[in-house]
């Protein structure tokens, strides 16, 4: 009888399934680059895909977000006619344009598909939002995450 844990491959296609886009829901996003690379470690980079973030206002209110060296969490709430896929290709599209001109490169910047959590009712977006900023404190990139740049959460 076999006890071992079975270890599942997890392919960007496979997270879209059974995604439902919900009008005024609040999602955590993350979305990594591809080959994990640190390319947010450059500040011009960083700044880049916040802007991308920021462009977005009239499609999703940002909650917070924090920039990580590779990949992103972002907790958002969608505004009405507009899907989270549609609007995760538009950031990665305009961010990796934007990157790739900066880095003076070509190709995929960011990974295929995202991962999101549909926040519930029960859940506290303060403390969500909490979680969400102290990931580079976590990461150990800072001792305190006012020193970290690449962040912001609407209750400041």
């Known amino acids: ?11 960007g296609r496979d997270l879209r399934k059974g995604r439902v886009s919900e009008p005024g829901t609040a999602y955590l996003v993350t979305t990594v680059t591809r080959n994990r690379q640190a390319l ?4 011009q980079s960083a700044r ?26 972002w907790l958002l709430q969608l505004i009405d006619g507009v899907t989270l896929s549609g609007l995760m290709q538009r950031v990665k599209s305009a961010s990796a344009h934007h990157i790739n001109r900066h880095l ?23 403390q969500l939002a909490r979680y969400v900023v102290a990931n580079p404190l ?8 006012g020193d970290y740049s690449h962040w912001d959460a609407i209750w400041l």
């Not at 076999?2 to 599942?8: I, K």
């Not at 947010?40 to 500040?43: E, G, P, T």
């Not at 209110?61 to 590779?70: G, I, K, S, Y």
């Open 138 to 145: 976590r990461a150990g990139l800072v001792s305190k995450v």
């Open 48 to 73: 880049i895909l916040v802007r991308s973030l920021r462009a977005e206002s009239d499609n999703a209110t940002t909650l917070a977000f924090v920039v990580m060296p590779d990949h992103l969490h």
């Open 104 to 126: 003076q490169l070509s190709g995929a910047v960011w990974q295929s598909g995202f991962h999101d959590h549909a926040v519930r009712t029960e859940e506290d977006l303060r």
């Open 40 to 43: 947010f470690r450059d500040l």
């Open 1 to 11: 009888m076999f006890m071992g844990r079975v270890q599942r491959t997890y392919h």
